[in-house]
């Protein structure tokens, strides 16, 4: 290893911001807990060093642990906790409409390369994927969960495209391994790209409006993204609903968009 992976890097940063409560707020709408987040991250970390090889394939292949099938049980479980089918359809499309923008700047944008995984003229792909990554996906998903499925499934799904691009050109000799070397890079920094980008706009136009837009919301999303202190307070309040009734609907309007 020429050096220490820039992934791992941005984990282990992430991780502290998590043990000292900094990143307390986005993965509340997450619906991840600290410990939850927390042995997440550890077991992208330490996946990240297992491949999984693939008997029986044409051209030698390997699915990354860590860089791959943490990231895609991670993108269930936060489909699972999607507030509509609406946000389920917003995030599926943000990995489609993510892996086609990155799989069209790799093979018509780059140029002087002999496969799609290679690197711009001036610039190495690993810097370049994952803002166009979090950038589109968020645009897409507009929400924390759907931009994070839409970065990490989309660039996934580019790396599974080079895998195909390996055996049209009959690469025998490669070995190729999804979600791993620099693509596990690209994956970690789109997904945590894409949730600071989301949380950033999110937080400026809920300042903005002067809060989260609840009026017409369904019920199953509002109760996605309500806040910790929100819900206790309501739980205090049930004993006396006629003394709160006007404080807590002021506070229930205080949700995400």
């Given amino acids: 290893m020429d050096r220490f992976p820039l992934g791992l ?6 991780s502290l911001l998590i043990f000292f409560g900094v990143a307390q707020r986005a993965l509340d709408r997450m619906r991840l807990s600290d410990k939850g987040a927390l042995a997440v991250i550890l077991a992208i970390i330490v996946g990240s060093f297992i491949d ?3 008997p029986g394939m044409r051209v030698p292949l390997e699915i990354n642990l860590g860089g791959a099938l943490v990231p895609v049980a991670l993108a269930i479980y936060l489909l699972a906790k999607a507030g509509t089918g609406k946000e389920v359809t917003r995030a599926l499309l943000s990995s489609l409409v993510t ?6 700047l790799s093979t018509r944008v780059m140029t002087g390369i002999t496969e799609p995984a290679g690197g711009l003229n001036f610039i190495d792909a690993l810097y370049v994927f994952p803002i166009v990554a979090a950038i589109i996906a968020y645009v897409a998903g507009r929400s924390r969960r759907s931009a994070f499925i839409g970065a990490t499934l989309g660039v996934i799904l580019w790396d599974v495209a080079n895998y195909i691009y390996f055996l049209q050109n009959n690469a ?4 190729k391994s999804i979600g791993g070397a620099g693509a596990f890079d690209t994956i970690v920094i789109s997904g945590i790209l894409a949730v600071l980008l989301a949380d950033l706009i999110g937080e400026t136009r ?7 837009v609840s009026e017409g919301k369904p019920d199953a999303l509002l109760a996605g ?11 205090k309040k049930t004993e006396e609903p006629d003394k709160h009734a006007s404080e807590t609907r002021k506070e229930g309007d205080r949700l995400e968009d």
Avoid: C, H, M, Y
Avoid at 9 to 14: C, D, F, G, M
């Fill in 9 to 14: 890097i941005v984990l282990i940063v992430v």
């Fill in 52 to 54: 999984i090889p693939i």
């Fill in 99 to 104: 892996f086609g923008v990155i799989w069209f």
């Fill in 172 to 175: 025998t000799n490669a070995v």
């Fill in 206 to 212: 809920e300042r903005l409006q002067g809060g989260p």
């Fill in 225 to 235: 993204l309500r806040k910790p202190e929100f819900d206790q307070k309501v739980s």
